[in-house]
């Protein structure tokens, strides 16, 4: 009896180890994984950033766009940074990598979660902001036609091509004395229906009538209140990604910690 008792403790234990090595490898295949596809996305964050930086000057609303080209660059070193920790790290289960993985996803984590409630807390004075830097290079060109900055004028007329919308506040914003009547500035209307009723090419207007209907100020709120929600989502599931990440970096340390023990 004894000896059977004895038997079957240890073929228990086995069934245990054997469980428990093959959930740990898992973890340690799973967080290789992930952390193959953390290094891939920095790839692109990089790509993204340095785009953004040669690129973004036509896209630019009165507020520059370097300093997202500057922090997409930073995030994709960071993240190159991180996965090669916990990439090499489950690989080779040296122990300093994967605590070096798990103190900076820690670290990020706590910071993330900070953006996340400064981000909440000042979601409401976004749409003041876009007002202010959209305001005054739309007033200038109202008020002064081709007289206003060549800047402010660039201003206007990409932010109502790129983001297809009319004046701060619809085409009736633009003044007839300005721009004629029924007219205003060409880039309100779409490309093809933008015949040029001043032979100057700085002054061509189109048809109010072939304008888009929707004023800049609004738009411009509404695409940045959708990005602003995407990106607290993201963040969100960043977070617990990030989280289960962690937790199979401790599966997989606890796995080599036996290994070398043994």
């Known amino acids: 009896s004894s000896g059977i008792n004895a038997e079957y403790g240890v073929s228990t234990r086995m069934a245990c180890d054997s469980c428990k090595s093959c ?12 952390n193959t596809v953390v290094l891939i996305v920095s790839f692109a964050l990089i790509i993204l950033g340095s785009l953004t930086l040669t690129k973004g000057a036509q896209f630019e609303t009165g507020i520059s766009l370097v300093p997202v080209g500057i922090a997409l660059i930073v995030l994709g070193v960071f993240m190159l940074f991180i996965g090669c920790f916990g990439c090499f790290g489950a690989i080779t289960g040296k122990h300093s990598l994967l605590n070096v993985y798990l103190v900076v996803m820690g670290i990020v984590v706590v910071l993330e979660i900070a953006i996340l409630i400064f981000g909440l807390v000042s979601k409401g004075t976004v749409d003041t902001e876009i007002e202010k830097a959209l305001t005054d290079p739309f007033a200038n060109v109202n008020i002064n036609g081709t007289d206003a900055s ?27 004395t300005t721009f004629g009547v029924g007219k205003v500035p060409k880039s309100c209307c779409p490309e093809d229906d933008q015949p040029a009723v001043n032979a100057t090419a700085g002054n061509a207007t189109c048809a109010a009538s072939n304008a888009y209907p929707d004023g800049c100020l609004t738009k411009a709120n509404d695409l940045v209140a959708q990005a602003l929600t995407i990106l607290i989502i993201a963040i969100v599931v960043i977070i617990l990604f990030q ?6 970096a401790c599966c997989s340390k606890g796995e080599y910690e036996e290994v070398s023990t043994a």
Do not use: R, S
Not at 150 to 176: F, R, S
């Open 23 to 34: 959930m740990t490898t898992f973890a340690k295949v799973i967080l290789i994984i992930i």
């Open 150 to 176: 060549e800047e402010d004028q660039e201003t206007v007329n990409n932010i109502q091509t790129h983001i297809t919308c009319c004046g701060l506040t619809g085409p009736d914003y633009w003044k007839a």
């Open 243 to 248: 989280v289960i990440c962690m937790i199979l």
